[in-house]
């Protein structure tokens, strides 16, 4: 299990993939890792939205790889 480092990677190693997209089938994984193409959003739980390549995991975190019901 990884404890440390940013979000896109713990995510890679344990799912291979970050989320579909939102255009097709695809699998995405991240982009450029230097939050610039925003190909790794993410949401917390509460709704929040982070780029899973430039935010650090913490503990407790919960995450989720489709925007929450009513987000915008
Ligand atoms: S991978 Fe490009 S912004 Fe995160």
């Known amino acids: 299990m990884i404890t440390a480092g940013p979000v896109l990677t713990a995510m890679l190693a344990s799912e291979h993939k970050l989320r579909r997209s939102e255009f097709g089938p695809e699998l995405r994984a991240g982009f450029c890792l ?24 913490a ?14």
């Not at 230097?34 to 995991?57: F, H, K, N, P, Y």
């Not at 503990?59 to 915008?72: A, C, F, I, Q, V």
Request: glycine letters at 10%.
């Open 34 to 57: 230097m939050g610039a193409c925003q190909d790794c959003w993410v949401w917390q739980e509460e709704g929040v939205r982070l780029r899973a390549c430039s935010t650090s995991i």
């Open 59 to 72: 503990e407790g975190m919960r995450l989720r790889t489709t925007p929450p019901e009513g987000w915008s």
